[in-house]
């Protein structure tokens, strides 16, 4: 072997020794270690990107919520039962659940003589809480409203029994049994009411006029 070939081969040896050398050696760049995203220094996570949005939009819808019920209460002070239907029905979309506006939506319809409207809020206003008895009644005057006698007389005496102490109630159910000619027992309902709350005039009178 000659000098000069002796010579490459000792190049070639050096060469592959420090390759080797090197990849065993830790120091050869590993996926997803060197180049790993760092919280201090580095602002890729998309949690920490989102979650500022959301912090913003709450607020914003919670006072859509409150200004639309804010403008139908304004609207039932003037009597503008129509402009406080449109809110109403603006807030239940921010809000579906909401018992307090479908109650208001349910009392507004009735006095646009919209029962079908009235009937669908008080249903989900009941359907959310079975134990309130103005809807029990509510719901009765617009079954009565509606033709459906047996469906009426079954709200009016459910709310009797969640609060049988409330004149009005009964006032209620002897309206409806007034209107199905039943007079002997709207008479008696009449008088409970009046027994319990003097100051229901109308009771008086009807009293009067079925005794």
Do not use: C, W
Not at 31 to 56: C, H, L, M, Q, Y
Not at 63 to 88: C, G, M, T, V, W
Not at 157 to 164: A, P, Q, T, Y
Not at 168 to 189: C, G, I, Q, S, V
């Amino acid at each position: 072997m000659s000098a000069f070939q002796f010579f490459l081969l000792l190049l070639v040896f050096i060469l592959f020794y420090k390759f080797f050398k090197q990849l065993f050696s830790g120091e050869y760049p590993k996926r997803g270690v060197d180049f790993e995203a760092k919280r201090d220094d580095e602002n890729i996570s998309p949690i920490t990107s989102v979650k500022p949005n959301f912090n913003r939009q709450i607020p914003r819808e919670i006072s859509r919520f409150q200004e639309l019920k804010a403008l139908a209460d304004e609207a039932i002070k003037k009597e503008d039962y129509l402009e406080a239907q449109k809110a109403l029905q603006s807030a239940l979309i921010v809000q579906k659940d909401d018992s307090e506006t479908l109650g208001k939506y349910g009392f507004v319809s009735i006095k646009l003589e919209d029962y079908k409207e009235a009937q669908e809020a008080f249903e989900k206003l009941l359907a959310l809480d079975s134990y309130d008895d103005m809807a029990h009644a509510q719901i009765a005057n617009v079954y009565n409203k509606l033709g459906l006698a047996d469906e009426a007389i079954k709200h009016h005496k459910r709310s009797i029994e969640l609060d049988s102490r409330y004149a009005p109630h009964y006032f209620n159910y002897a309206n409806t049994l007034y209107d199905l000619k039943r007079n002997d027992e709207a008479l008696e309902m009449y008088t409970k009411a009046y027994a319990l709350d003097s100051n229901i005039e109308e009771a008086k009178k009807m009293i009067e006029q079925l005794s």
